[in-house]
């Protein structure tokens, strides 16, 4: 645990993240980390499912993985933009699928990370995305 203390997070900690992945494993195990270092985290399994936490809770970052059953994350990332805008959104792609990651990035998303992922690489991208919306929210009320 001391690897990922090895860099401040701050504006992670003022945000709403949501994940969004039908691994139930995969969410279990994120959701143990980051509520352990103390982020607020929703899940979700399905876009569908995201789309209607999006509805009822704000969600500052949303953690998207792109295969999923339904609308995979390209197709979700392309409905959350439209309606929120102001939502940073980074793509999970698995099989080394670096090609789904530049369609997130050209389609809105922050960035994205391969499957399987370093935690703390997760975690940094996390905060930096944190920065982002917190900044956007800061922007939108100017």
């Not at 039908?22 to 899940?43: A, C, N, V, W, Y």
């Not at 509805?55 to 339904?70: A, F, H």
């Not at 670096?98 to 935690?119: H, T």
Request: aromatic letters at 4%; glycine letters at 6%.
């Amino acid at each position: 645990m001391t690897n990922e203390r090895a860099f401040k997070l701050e504006a992670a900690l003022k945000i709403h993240l949501l994940l969004v992945d039908d691994e139930p494993d995969f969410k279990e195990i994120i959701l143990k980390r980051l509520t352990r270092m103390g982020i607020q985290l929703s899940l979700a399994d399905c876009c569908a499912a995201a789309l209607e936490t999006l509805e009822t809770q704000p969600v500052d970052v949303i953690i998207m993985d792109v295969s999923m059953p339904g609308l995979d994350g390209i197709q979700c990332l392309k409905k959350v933009k439209e309606r929120w805008p102001l939502v940073e959104v980074i793509i999970l792609t698995g099989h080394a699928s670096v090609k789904s990651g530049i369609e997130g990035m050209q389609g809105g998303a922050f960035d994205y990370c391969l499957k399987p992922i370093d935690v703390l690489e997760l975690l940094e991208k996390v905060e930096l995305a944190a920065q982002k919306a917190l900044l956007n929210k800061e922007n939108a009320k100017a």
